[in-house]
């Protein structure tokens, strides 16, 4: 077995100290080298964040400090224009430290298809967004398939994609030549070649490494000769590799998920660098089994890609484009790499919502992110002249915070006056969620504001403006 390698969890800020520069002259944003050194550690800050360290003095204890850092998963970049990258990973569980890098997730168009169609599906892959508290997801790359085994179709094909969009490009076939074709188009743009396998390896090393982009090495089913073939691929020159141990969908998608599973753990827990690589998950495959309708396939599609993301691609080729197939996958994806140390929030402070006058209503919530964008929406729905303060809460939820004393009359009174709403409005109306209404009594004395309970579903907010603003004096 080999040596088991040092996880950046293991690695203590003292470590990292010892090969920075040791100023302590702040340029990194933080007051000393072993405050750096600290959130370096936490995976707050990045190595490469100290200016000094990139002297050439300090040359050598830089790239032992990377070294130091470098993560059991190996991080791979692809693309040119625009880049993505895959792998990066420090530890199996998310709660052990924060996931790194998003899996990217890229969408097929086919040599079969003609070039006005490519080029459609094209533009909707690259504009497809949804706003997400606060956040724009979006698709991430394209897989060009070769399905004819035409090299100069398949070179056509990539050429239109090349043309229609800067997103970084997988290349798929198993023909050496018509990679080949497809890579006269676009080698520049460092696309990941899809894929090299036991029968093919030699042709694929060589146009990896004459062009000088990533390799995916193939054996669906067989971690076994996957391991060799990585094995091999290295000692021709390869170093940036990208595993795929197969995908298979319905009664395969156990035998899948132990296999990625199995690869990450011989990576995160006993220091196998041949298993120290991004995986490819390609729930696209679900499309070429048996015979099935669009909506089962794109039904097993959803929940392959899904599974897959959490146990532990790296990278996710599909096929459905639909809203309700694709949407699921980049907010699970959101969810599950943001840091789980930190609650997602917003800058608390005063908000102001379209032309307020001095007897505009003002309310009140938590920065948690999902709160305020939902209070947000609500309240531009309703199309009211209003003002927001959003208090620091520590990325609770009202409910939570109020739960937590993290929202209390105190801090209510507080976030008042820090505000500034007092010189803007000429009534002392304040609206508190409906979820906090047990503070109402609290607040007042710790204000001088009289309160008045919102719904506690913010959507409730239009109707209780229409119906009772402005309060009446004496209710």
């Not at 940036?240 to 995160?268: H, M, N, Q, W, Y």
């Not at 906090?436 to 004395?445: C, K």
Request: proline residues 6%; charged residues 20%; negative net charge.
């Amino acid at each position: 077995m080999s040596e088991k390698k040092k996880g950046i969890r293991e690695i203590s800020p003292i470590d990292v100290y010892k090969l920075l520069p040791r100023t302590n002259c702040g340029e990194c944003g933080v007051p000393n080298c072993m405050a750096f050194a600290t959130k370096v550690v936490n995976g707050e800050a990045v190595a490469g964040g100290c200016p000094p360290i990139h002297d050439s003095q300090y040359k050598d204890a830089f790239s032992k400090l990377e070294k130091l850092l470098a993560p059991p998963v190996k991080a791979i970049t692809i693309g040119s224009d625009r880049k993505i990258t895959v792998g990066g990973k420090h530890v199996l569980q998310r709660h052990e430290f924060t996931y790194q890098f998003p899996p990217p997730i890229a969408i097929d168009v086919s040599d079969d298809m003609d070039a006005a169609a490519i080029n459609a599906r094209v533009h909707k892959i690259a504009g497809f967004s949804y706003g997400y508290i606060g956040r724009t997801l979006t698709l991430d790359a394209i897989a060009v398939r070769s399905v004819t085994g035409d090299a100069d179709r398949f070179k056509t094909a990539v050429k239109v994609v090349v043309e229609s969009s800067d997103l970084p490009l997988i290349l798929c076939t198993n023909d050496p030549g018509v990679m080949k074709a497809g890579l006269d188009i676009a080698g520049n743009k460092r696309p990941l070649i899809y894929a090299a396998t036991s029968k093919n390896w030699r042709e694929m090393a060589d146009l990896a490494v004459s062009h000088g982009c990533p390799l995916v090495a193939s054996a669906p089913g067989d971690l076994s000769l996957l391991r060799s073939l990585v094995k091999t691929l290295q000692a021709c020159g390869i170093t940036d590799i990208v595993l795929d141990p197969g995908t298979f969908g319905d009664e395969g998608l156990a035998g899948t998920v132990f296999s990625f599973t199995a690869i990450r753990k011989a990576a995160c827990r006993d220091g196998d660098s041949l298993f120290g690589l991004p995986i490819l998950g390609t729930p696209i495959s679900v499309w070429t089994g048996q015979e099935l309708s669009d909506e089962v396939n794109r039904w097993q599609e959803v929940y392959t890609a899904s599974i897959l993301m959490t146990r532990y691609a790296d990278l996710l080729i599909m096929h459905s484009l639909d809203g309700w197939a694709v949407l699921p996958q980049l907010i699970w994806r959101f969810g599950l790499y943001t840091d789980p140390r930190k609650p997602v929030s917003v800058e608390p402070g005063l908000r102001v919502f379209g032309n307020p006058g001095p007897d505009a209503p003002v309310f009140i919530t938590s920065n948690y992110a999902l709160t305020f964008f939902t209070v947000e929406s609500d309240i531009k729905a309703a199309k009211i002249d209003c003002y927001l303060i959003v208090t620091e809460t520590g990325g609770l939820s009202v409910e939570a915070a109020v739960a937590g004393r993290y929202l209390n009359a105190e801090k209510i009174g507080d976030a008042l006056r820090n505000s500034g709403v007092e010189e803007k409005v000429s009534h002392r109306y304040l609206i508190l969620p409906g979820l906090a209404a047990r503070l109402s009594g609290e607040t007042e004395e710790a204000s001088g504001w009289q309160i008045l309970v919102g719904p506690r579903d913010s959507s409730g907010i239009g109707k209780m403006i229409r119906e009772h603003w402005p309060p009446q004096e004496g209710n």
